[in-house]
């Protein structure tokens, strides 16, 4: 039965991801890296090479099946891509409802789950350093910059999809950089929520599949940094991650709405998070 706890728990963390990646401020890679799985996740990424492939066009079979599972993680990948699906699936309808309609508490509880990620990752920071407190300061100003930049007037043909899925999903891996705000600047969040709520095939297919090319260049980069110069890459993703808090703060109006309701709705979103990565702290993938 270990598998399938096994399965269970990765299928978790894939459905928190899931969630967070369609959250505008919010990363799917941050839900990774508290639940315990993010470098697993992009060293997994990077491996795949496709050299695979190669004796399947030749008729080997069996030498296809040996070095996919050579190259690729299974037991990772399909209950880690079963709960994202799950997640994008449900989660978006209620998040599109919630931003339409309660949109100050909503980016309250977003801005208390980012501060709890950040604090959660500075933690894993060994000693501090010059170097990791000017890769934070860095980390900070792009982000800051960045989240105040003003949507890309983009249309929605199937092109600027499959640009757009590229450059989300590297977005999504990272910790503190919200693939669904990449989507906002790009001008598809709303497009892609709405193709997801109607099932638009031609749609998600395009997206997917830039999302798979963007993901597999990027994650050898990010696997490279995490194996070298991991306290410097860690310290320029919370400046990151402090650097969005821009985006959920502009949204929140306390004029029309209860400070009080704001407040305790931020406090809910940071207790959550904590909770979340001392639950998984000890669960085992």
């Keep these: 039965m270990n598998w399938l706890r096994s399965f269970i728990a990765i299928l978790l ?14 990363s799917g890679g941050t839900m990774a890296l508290i639940t315990g799985i993010y470098e697993r996740l992009v060293h997994s990424i990077s491996k795949i090479s496709f050299r695979f492939l190669e004796p399947l066009f030749k008729g080997d079979l069996k030498s296809f099946t040996r070095l996919a599972r050579e190259e690729i993680d299974f037991e990772l990948f ?14 978006s309808r209620l998040i599109s409802f919630m931003i339409t309609y309660y949109a100050a508490y909503t980016y309250a509880f977003f801005l208390g789950l980012i501060l709890a990620s950040a604090y959660l990752v500075f933690n ?6 010059l170097k990791n407190l000017i890769s934070s300061i860095i980390g900070f100003i792009f ?5 105040g930049l003003n949507p890309i007037q983009a249309n929605h043909t199937l092109p600027v999809i499959f640009i757009s899925g590229m450059i ?3 977005a999504m891996i990272l910790p503190g950089i919200s693939g669904a705000f990449m989507l906002l600047l790009l001008n598809q969040y709303e497009y892609m929520l709405g193709a997801l709520t109607r099932f638009s095939i031609p749609d998600i297919i395009t997206f997917i599949t830039g999302a798979a090319i963007g993901i597999l260049s990027f994650s050898r980069l990010l696997d490279y940094l995490l194996k070298n110069h991991e306290a410097t890459t860690m310290a320029f993703l919370v400046g990151l991650m402090i650097g969005t808090l821009r985006l959920p703060y502009s949204k929140i109006s306390i004029i029309d709405n209860s400070l009080i309701l704001v407040i305790i709705s931020a406090i809910i979103g940071f207790v959550l998070v904590i909770l979340i990565e001392s639950r998984f702290h000890y669960i085992e993938y």
Excluded: E
């Design 143 to 147: 982000a800051f910059l960045f989240v």
């Design 13 to 26: 963390r894939g459905f928190l991801m899931g969630t967070a990646d369609t959250i505008p401020g919010v």
């Design 124 to 129: 894993r920071i060994d000693g501090f350093s």
């Design 78 to 91: 399909i209950p880690l891509l079963t709960g994202i699906g799950m997640a994008v699936l449900t989660v």
């Design 168 to 170: 989300a999903i590297c």
